[in-house]
């Protein structure tokens, strides 16, 4: 397993001013997975694409936001933008199951009043975020799983999608490398198998509204070849996903077993409201503990001042933010 590192960018905020600092009305900050992104993996035209997809959907939120949206209605539709492009593993895009399907996951989480929703294993509904939040929104319960998500999403007149949509051809090329894998590898180097190594694309959203409100947003279409009903971090409120007003708000991406035993989201809302580290040191001690008992990934955070943190033990994330201080950047690599 490869030496986790871990890599932290600090995007501030809080803008100069003159002699005085200048409060950041509200702010946005997205990723699209993190994993082996080295510098040459990707070409300059496949390069463009990812930052092309995250500036759109950077830019979906932040009209939300500029109109004094609220923060809940930015993630959602930044996640949606990221969920109907298949360069992510989310919606469109989504890996297969060891069996050939594709079983997609999503939570989403109000800061105001902690009301949150969550949904594993749809297999129909074109945009999982939206499913998440109509569980949240009936208030009746959090999390809706398998066949009765895919009903409930008809139910309440989601759009819907033959499955066959969601399929690619790229998805359909590494399902039949990892069976290949499979094949060649021991069986107890097949029980413990995951696609830790290649790039993950599961997508997130956290934003602070001008009302002072934090959300956070996560989906995904899990691990290539995992076991049928797998569950990972992203459906898993406190996991995947989390977020308090006053505090911060989060989402996570990565190796998911390890960020559900480490409680990573709600992990790094603690150590801001109990040990009052500032974000950034919030985030790299999360994702140390993740590197530190096995597990690889990264998350983005944002606290109550607007002040956004990115954390990874992996060479890179596809991420970006915005704010009413700051134009939409991007970044892909570690070093960035």
Known sequence: ?????VCALLVSGLVMSGPALAKTSWAMAIHGGAGVIARGDLS???ERAYRASLTAALE??????RDGGASLDAVEAAIRILEDDPLFNAGRGS??????RI???ASIMDGHGQ?????TGVTRTKNPISLARAVMEEGRHVMLAGEGADDYSVEHGLPQVDPSWFRTERRLKELAEWRAQQGNADAQTRLRSTDAEAPLGTVGAVALDTQGHLAAGTSTGGITGKLWGRVGDSPIIGAGTYAVDGVCAVSATGTGEYFIRASAARQVCDRVAWKREKIQAAADATIASIGAIGGDGGLIALDAA??????MNSPGMYRGWISSAADAQTAIYASE
């Open 1 to 5: 397993m490869r030496g986790r590192t």
């Open 44 to 46: 300059a035209e496949q």
């Open 60 to 65: 979906a939120g932040a009209r939300v936001l």
């Open 95 to 100: 890996v297969f199951t060891a069996d050939g």
């Open 103 to 105: 079983e997609m996951d």
């Open 115 to 119: 009301r949150a929703g969550a949904v």
């Open 306 to 311: 607007g002040r956004v943190a990115f954390a």
